[in-house]
């Protein structure tokens, strides 16, 4: 099934090689997006924001792109794969148009016709206040149009709000992957804040302990609580990945400086966080905390060690020589990836 999927921008490299890796096939890398060829009996990918079933696309540009399609999609017509959820089925829907990530009006008429014709396929009514399913008519610069039907996350209408700061899953999982994770892994955030990467790495990949740690009391006695609440291992990992969950996360309330005390040296075989970056709060003495981070990452990690580190402090981070730097955008915020296999601060 050809599908389109977004992620966090700048992550294009690595993500093209999970969905290779993950047995389907790619077929145009976008700033932000892929579109691919999805294997049914493979699970999407939970870097992935959106994912959407393209059933048309041409290759077309200018700011008449979705109305040329919407056209050609009315003189075509379409077929809805047997994996939609919309095929023939109760309920409402939405038609959007969008081009180059800005919702876009269209003819009145048009748009008509196109909801006559999905309503026709589908058996469903088009309510435009939407809250049912999505029919996007997406039009992208790098001169490519699709007519697209959105998949529904099956917890999408659970998720939590994120707390100002946190990362989100999505970003937390790019994270853990980049870190080529292996079942005998100890792996350690210093930073952990709400903890999403720790969640993310015992939800998704094999692990033998996690610890998360932070300096806010508050935060940590808050992951402590959860861990605590009955059935909380069952939430924190998906039928798919339940193996993984084989001990639970330690969070403890510690210093970076702390760090040497509580491992001995060479004991960590993943260091993953996304430290204070300076930007928000900036009672931080930045310089001397990348200094101590760069310390102790040093002496607790294994010769054979991997750190992946989230932040804005490119300048900081770029002096450790990185084996790989992925320039993102986290909130609107200029931000780097930055891998290491070997740790060589000084």
Known sequence: MLTF????????EPIAQWIAEDGHR????????????ARKEKRTLPCFFNTFNVLDFEKRSGSKAVEQLMRGVLQRGFRLPDTSHSKRSRGSFRVVTSHENQLVAVDKRLRSDVEKLIASRTGMIPDRRGGGREFWFLARSEGVVL??????????????KLKKGELRPQLAYCLNRLAQPIPEDIMVDPFCGYGAITRARAAYFPYREIYGLDIDGQKIKALQQQLQRPGVSKKLVNSITAKNFINPINYQRADIRQLS???PAQSVDVIITDPPWGVFDTQDDIPSLYENLAKVCKHVIKPDGRMVILTAQKEQLQ??????????????QK????????????
């Not at 790619?26 to 060829?37: F, M, N, W």
């Not at 007519?147 to 939590?160: D, L, S």
């Not at 002096?319 to 609107?332: E, F, N, T």
């Not at 931000?335 to 000084?346: G, L, P, Q």
């Open 261 to 263: 005390a509580i491992f």
């Open 147 to 160: 007519f697209m039907e959105r998949q529904q996350a099956k917890n999408e209408k659970n998720e939590q």
């Open 5 to 12: 999927s977004t992620f966090v921008t700048g992550l294009q």
């Open 319 to 332: 002096k450790w020589q990185p084996d790989a730097r992925y320039d993102i955008l986290v909130s609107g």
């Open 335 to 346: 931000a780097a990836v930055f891998v290491f296999t070997y740790v060589n601060a000084d």
């Open 26 to 37: 790619p077929r145009q890398i976008l700033d932000g997006a892929i579109l691919y060829d």
